[in-house]
Each structure stands twice: as C-alpha cells, then as structure tokens.
C-alpha cells in the first residue's frame, strides 16, 4: 500500500490534549499551541520519540526506507523535519511544527499498543 492510499484511511490523533478542541472553544487555543510550540517543542518531541522507541521494541517501523533505524537516527530524524514512520499497512505522520501525531490504518493491535503507551508518556489518543 502507498502513502497516498494509507492516507485515505481511517486515522487517529496522538495528542498532548484528552480531545478535539471544537472551533467554537472560548479558551485560547492558538495561543497556547504557539507558546508550547515556542517554550515546550522539544518536551513534547521527547514524548513523541519515546513513543516511536518504545513502539520499535514490538515491531519493525520504517523511515525513509530503512528498517529499524538506530535510535539516534530516528531522534535525529524527527527533531529536525517532517517524518514518516511505516509499521505494516500504517504510518504514524510526525510534523515538526505540531503538538500531535496523525495514525493512519493501525489494525486494532497496533492501535491498543500505540493507546497503551501513549498514556505512559502522557499523551492521548483520539478520533477526529
């Protein structure tokens, strides 16, 4: 399957926030998207990392690729640009310039995994 058609299926965010901030929110979104993008991005990256770490101990990803790169390389990747993480018939997108990750067609397995430890590094996982 190529990117082009993973990113036409079913997807799920993996985000710093429980849920979907709804347009008509009175809270300051932006505003505070832009402080921890300024203040907090490479916390958050960390988490991020962490996640993609810990989900390469059960399976092989792929970047770029490359099968299981090391985990310097995969760090370095996703400090410094936009990145691609393959695992099967799934990618998880991971931008630079987001609090959130995109999943896109995890198989039930995969999905009860990527939950599982997202909560241990304080992230959620949620439908759009």
Partial sequence: MNLDEIMEKPYWI??????????????QYFKIEKYWLENQRAEIRQKQFNLILKLNCY????????????????????????????????????EKDDTYMTVYNPDKPLLEMIRKIASGEGLFVWKP
């Fill in 59 to 94: 399976m092989d990803i792929s970047i770029d690729d490359e099968i299981n790169p090391s985990p310097e390389e995969i760090r370095n990747t996703m400090k410094d640009a936009d990145v691609s993480i393959r695992i099967g018939n799934a990618m998880i997108l991971s």
């Fill in 14 to 27: 993996i985000d710093i926030l429980p849920k979907q901030v709804p347009g008509n929110s009175p809270g």
